[in-house]
C-alpha cells in the first residue's frame, strides 16, 4: 500500500490536487511537504494532533517534513474557521509560544541527517522584514479580489463577524510562504486541516503564475465527535500536550472517554497500527463493548505517542488506583500521577496517629466522630483496603514508598498524605 494509499485507508484525505505526477511522487518518496502552525499559546493541543501525525508519516514513507511556525502570521491570524478576529499577539508572548511549540515538535519528528531529516522554519525570517510596496507589487497583483472572496473562509467571515483588512491578507501571506519554500526548500507539497484548503490552493496558484510550476495540496477532514462535540474540547478547555497544562493521566482518560462509535475512526486517524490490526481492535470491541478494550488500546497509543511508553502504563496503573484497585505492583510514580486527580496534604513525620485525626485533618470527614461513623459503616480506605476500626493507629509500616498514605472515602473521594521528616 503506497502512502497515499494508506491515509485514503485511513479516512485522512478530505481534499487533495489529484494531479498523475503528485501520485507519482509520493510512490516514489523524496517530497519535500510542510504544515504551518499559528503559535496561538506556548502548547500544541490534541487539535494539531493529525497534521503532525501526518507529517510523521511522510516521513516514515521517506518523505521529508517541513514545520513552519508563523512567526509573522501568527501576529495577523489565520480566519479560516474562526467565527471573530482573534486578539493579536506581542513579540514576547509570540516569543514564548513559538519556543514551547518547538521544543514538543521536536519530540514527534526526526530532525537528524540525511534526505528525509525533518525542519522547523519560521516565517517571520522572510516575511517581518518584507516592504510592502514590494510585496503588493510582486505577490499582491496576482490575487484578484473576486478570487480571494470565493474562498469559503473569507465568505463565511464577511457574512457573519465580518473580516479586516489584516486578516483578509492572511491568504496572500500564507501563498507566499508556500512559494518562499518552494524556492528555498523544494517543497511542492503543503498539507494542513480541511479549513487550509483555500490558503493551499492560493499558494499552488501563486506559484503557478509566478514559476510556472506544480504544486500540490492534501487536507485532513476537521473532526468532531460522533455525539456532535468539538473534537480536542472538554468542560475544562482544550486537551493540551504540554504536561504542566494537561496532566499526562487526564490525557489519557479523555481518550478512555472516546465514543463507542469513534474508536475505529480515531485508531486510523492517530495511531501507526496497522489497518488489519485496527479492524480486529474494533471486531473484538464491537463483540464485548463493555470491556472497552477498542478505548483502552486508543489511550495507550496516543498517550504512548505524546508522552512515551513509560507515562502511558503509568497511567494505566494510576486509573486502577484511582478505581479501588490494588496497590501491587505499583510504583511511586504511578502513585503522584494518580496524586495529580486529588489533593496531596504534607504533614510532619508524627507517627503513629490516630487514623480518626487523618480524615478530620484532611477533610474527607468533617468531624472526628463523623470519621468514627464512617469507619464503622464500612466506607474509609487507606491504601485503597477497608478499614472499619474505629480505633485505628497508623504507623511506618503503613506508608507507601516510606512517605504516603491514601486515603479513600467512598467510591471517589481520595486524599493523599505526605509524611515529612
Known amino acids: 500500500m ?63 517534513p517541513i514545520v513552519l511556525v508563523g512567526g509573522a502570521t501568527g501576529m495577523i491570524g489565520d480566519p479560516s474557521g474562526k467565527s471573530e478576529e482573534r486578539n493579536l499577539l506581542d513579540a514576547d508572548n509570540l516569543a514564548r509560544n513559538i519556543a514551547g511549540m518547538r521544543a514538543q515538535l521536536e519530540g514527534f519528528l526526526d530532525f537528524g541527517s540525511g534526505s528525509s531529516a525533518a525542519k522547523i522554519v519560521n516565517n517571520a525570517d522572510w516575511l517581518a522584514g518584507m516592504n510592502l510596496v514590494d510585496f503588493l507589487r510582486d505577490t499582491g497583483k496576482h490575487f484578484s479580489l473576486g478570487y480571494m472572496m470565493a474562498k469559503e473562509s473569507v465568505k463565511t467571515r464577511i457574512a457573519e463577524a465580518g473580516i479586516s483588512f489584516t486578516e483578509f491578507s492572511y491568504m496572500i501571506l500564507q501563498a ?45 477532514p476537521l473532526i468532531t465527535t460522533s455525539d456532535g462535540r468539538k473534537f480536542g474540547k472538554t468542560e475544562a478547555g482544550n486537551i493540551w500536550l504540554d504536561p504542566n497544562r494537561t496532566s499526562p493521566y487526564q490525557f489519557y ?78 510504583t511511586e510514580r504511578d502513585l503522584l500521577t494518580a496524586a495529580t486527580e486529588m489533593p496531596l496534604t504534607e504533614r510532619p513525620r508524627a507517627l503513629p496517629v490516630p487514623l480518626v485525626d487523618l ?49 479513600r472515602k467512598g467510591k471517589k473521594n481520595y486524599h493523599l498524605l505526605q509524611f515529612m521528616s
Open 176 to 220: 507566499y510562504d508556500f512559494l518562499h519554500l518552494f524556492d528555498g526548500e523544494g517543497c511542492t507539497l503543503q498539507i494542513g486541516g480541511s479549513d487550509q484548503w483555500g490558503n493551499i490552493t492560493a499558494g499552488i496558484e501563486l506559484i503557478r503564475r509566478v514559476r510556472g510550476k506544480a504544486a500540490y495540496g492534501i487536507t485532513f
Open 253 to 330: 482518560q479523555y481518550w478512555i472517554q472516546t465514543d463507542d462509535r469513534d474508536v475505529g475512526r480515531f485508531l486510523r486517524y492517530f495511531t501507526f497500527l496497522p489497518l488489519e490490526e485496527i479492524e480486529a481492535i474494533e471486531k473484538a470491541h464491537l463483540a464485548q463493548p463493555e470491556k472497552r478494550e477498542g478505548q483502552r488500546r486508543l489511550a495507550w497509543e496516543v498517550t504512548a505517542l505524546v508522552h512515551g511508553e513509560e507515562a502511558a502504563e503509568s497511567n494505566i496503573r494510576a486509573a486502577q488506583i484511582l478505581f479501588g484497585g490494588s496497590l501491587d505492583g505499583v
Open 359 to 407: 480524615l478530620a485533618g484532611s477533610g474527607l470527614c468533617k468531624s472526628k466522630s463523623m470519621a468514627r461513623k464512617d469507619l464503622k459503616g464500612g466506607g474509609i480506605y487507606v491504601n485503597n483496603s477497608r478499614i472499619v476500626g474505629e480505633d485505628t493507629l497508623l504507623s511506618e509500616e503503613d506508608l507507601l514508598f516510606e512517605q504516603y498514605i491514601l486515603l
Open 2 to 64: 503506497t502512502l497515499y494509499e494508506d491515509l485514503n485507508a485511513r479516512g485522512l484525505v478530505h481534499d487533495v490536487t489529484d494531479q498523475p505526477e503528485m501520485f507519482d511522487a509520493l510512490e516514489k518518496g523524496g517530497i519535500t511537504a510542510y504544515c504551518g502552525f499559528d503559535p496561538t499559546a506556548d502548547s500544541l493541543h490534541i487539535g494539531s494532533l493529525l497534521p503532525i501525525t501526518g507529517l510523521m508519516r511522510f516521513q516514515r514513507a521517506g518523505h521529508r
